[in-house]
């Protein structure tokens, strides 16, 4: 069924299984089915949506508007929304029903939800509460001396990283598992010493890896196998590798990395990433089943439709991000932990049977309430009985039905940050002029001059890392490409020196934005693969200049390149089954390392 996009005017379709999903999240109230209506947006202004109201690495020194104690927040002083410190937040110094209201059915519910969310204090940091010397980093929880590093676990000595779990001494990486000493990797488990690599398994002492297991000691390699001492694709000597290695780390890596990006694009790549999953479309799916249009999906997920960032363990959701841990049932959510039968919510934490509810833990039958814990049957933030809930409930969705907003999340406009604030700009970039013409709020950037010795321009800085001095900690460093001041702390610098590594010569979140943009988009479009023609669902757009496989010509041309036969078009599909079993298993497995690491990882999330 195909349906225009109310946001962007665009077609999509909604499927069957998308409207018996709806159908079963339904709620019931009195032996009466509420139906959810089908989205009227597309899904890629849905995960828009979800995405802009979460802030992840814009932080600000503010004062909490309870104590007035200065406190890193991820609200800024000029935030139109109160904001706690957290400590504050979880105690008992407020009460969030001093803030309730009752239900104006003469006004649209979102105008009433928005100003329920402008008067409760917000909480002003996302950490857990297992960190030490971790002040600089969001959404966190079991770490040790990190530094702006954002969504990580039990991760220690990582700085400027997001999305790493069981890491040590790591800086500018993204997506990476059970791994250390790694610089400027991404989507990576259980690596050693390891720079510039993406998508890789088992791998230490490399530079410039793509797609690889297995491997040591190579450079500028894609697509390799338990292979040693290679440089682009071929067998070379230590002393060779080695040569290589010391002019990298004195002569700098730009014009290396240029040349692997442009040899690495005439080599096969791999249409996605889908290992160990079974009926799933998207990119970046591990350990998972039924998953439809979906991306970074991982440990036990199932039934999944149009997620991203979910797993595990959790099953029957559609348009969520950031879900998961055993949750199921979730429609429309940002940020849910062992939670079921969710709507249209945010931070939702043990939860079951809320709508529209945002910083919720231990709740049930909760609609449109903000910061609550240990409740039943509460609306805007007011107690009711289980009589009067179950009246008024039908009453308001009736209600939103009219005013056209039931079955559809809260409006990018009555986010709580401004959209360059939050992930959405990274998946969705807008300039200030059109955010303000969608009506949507836009946070300027002030740049100030630090109070600091000394301020130097990151291109007069030695390449040699040995000829950085101490004093290095007290100065500013100009960003080349943006001229913001940046900073190198103590805990960088001794492991940069660790590494050899030169300082990096733009700000941390240029570095961010850039690492974002070697990640494929969370989106797929139709192609044909580059050797058979087969039709194939990839998130390489098409244009792009590598050379994008189905699996089954991937892994022969991969795993058999010395076989002999020049097979083309369909007769590609009728090889020796049994050799082409084997290549899919040797593709999917995982070093036993790197298994135990994964049970590791999977014991502690179920505490």
């Known amino acids: 069924m195909n349906h225009t996009c109310i946001q962007c005017g665009f077609s999509y379709s909604v499927t069957e299984e998308d409207l018996a999903f709806l159908k079963k999240l339904s709620p019931v109230i009195n032996d009466v089915r509420y139906d959810i209506p089908p989205p009227r947006c597309c899904p890629d202004c ?23 104690e200065e406190f890193v927040s991820l609200y800024s002083q000029d935030s139109p929304h109160k904001a706690y410190k957290q400590d504050v937040w979880w105690s008992d110094s407020w009460n969030p029903f001093e803030y309730g209201r009752d239900i104006d059915f ?26 030490e010397n971790c002040e600089y980093t969001t959404y966190t929880d079991y770490c040790k001396n990190c530094y702006l590093t954002f969504a990580c676990g039990y991760c220690e000595n990582v700085y400027n990283s997001s999305w790493l779990v069981m890491c040590n001494s790591c800086i500018d990486c993204y997506s990476c598992v059970s791994s250390e000493l790694l610089y400027e990797c991404a989507d990576c488990v259980n690596c050693y010493n390891c720079f510039f690599l993406q998508d890789c398994y088992g791998c230490q002492d490399s530079y410039f890896l793509e797609n690889c297991r297995n491997c040591h000691h190579s450079i500028c390699c894609k697509n390799l196998r338990s292979k040693g001492y290679h440089i682009f694709n071929q067998p070379v000597s230590k002393e060779k590798y080695e040569a290589l290695q010391k002019e990298l780390h004195e002569r700098g890596i730009k014009a290396m990395q240029k040349k692997f990006i442009e040899w690495s694009n005439t080599l096969p790549t791999l249409y996605a990433h889908l290992i160990s999953s079974e009926n799933c479309t998207g990119n970046m799916i591990e350990h998972a089943n039924n998953c439809y249009n ?8 199932q039934d999944l439709r149009h997620c991203q960032v979910c797993g595990w363990k959790g099953k029957d959701m559609m348009d969520c991000f950031g879900t998961g841990k055993e949750s199921e049932l979730m429609y429309e959510i940002t940020g849910a ?18 709508f529209y509810c945002d910083c919720i833990k231990h709740i049930q039958y909760c609609f449109g309430c903000i910061g609550i814990n240990h409740r039943k049957f509460c609306i805007l933030n007011k107690q009711y009985t289980k009589e009067q809930y179950e009246e008024l409930v039908p009453r308001l969705i009736k209600h939103m039905n009219s005013t056209g907003e039931w079955g559809e999340n809260i409006p990018i406009a009555y986010s709580p ?48 890392i040995d000829d950085i001095p101490d004093e290095i900690l007290n100065w500013a460093i100009e960003c080349e490409e943006t001229k913001k001041p940046y900073f190198i702390t103590a805990q960088e610098l001794l492991l940069y020196r660790r590494m050899r590594l030169s300082i990096p010569k733009t700000h941390p979140d240029q570095r961010h934005l850039a690492r974002r943009k070697r990640r494929l988009p969370s989106k797929l479009w139709k192609r044909t693969c580059d050797r ?30 010395d076989h002999k036969e020049n097979i083309a078009g369909d007769d590609t599909h009728v090889l020796n089954q049994k050799m082409l079993n084997q ?3 040797s593709y999917s497995k995982f070093s036993n390392t790197a298994r135990a690491a994964q049970k590791v990882i999977a014991a502690k999330l179920n505490r």
């Open 106 to 131: 003469s006004r649209p519910f979102f105008e009433q939800l928005h100003e329920l969310k402008l008067a409760v204090p917000r909480r002003g940091m996302q950490q857990g509460a297992t960190l």
């Open 583 to 585: 290549a899919r298993v």
């Open 532 to 561: 058979c023609n087969r039709s194939i669902e990839t998130p390489y757009q098409p244009g792009t200049p590598q050379r994008i496989y189905c699996e089954p010509c991937f892994l022969h041309e991969t795993y058999h390149s």
């Open 294 to 301: 979906c991306f970074d999906i991982i440990l036990g997920a």
């Open 46 to 68: 849905r995960f828009q949506r979800r995405l802009a109201i979460r802030n992840e690495s814009k932080l600000y020194n503010k004062r909490c508007d309870l104590t007035g």
């Open 337 to 354: 932990l062992r939670s079921q039968r969710a709507l249209f919510s945010s931070s939702v934490q043990m939860s079951s049977d809320c």
């Open 417 to 464: 940050f401004c959209y360059n604030e939050t992930i959405a700009m990274e998946y969705f970039p807008l300039s200030k002029q059109e955010a303000l013409t969608k009506g949507l709020r836009w946070k300027d950037e002030i740049i100030e001059r630090p109070d600091v010795q000394k301020i130097i321009p990151a291109e007069k800085l030695p390449i040699k």
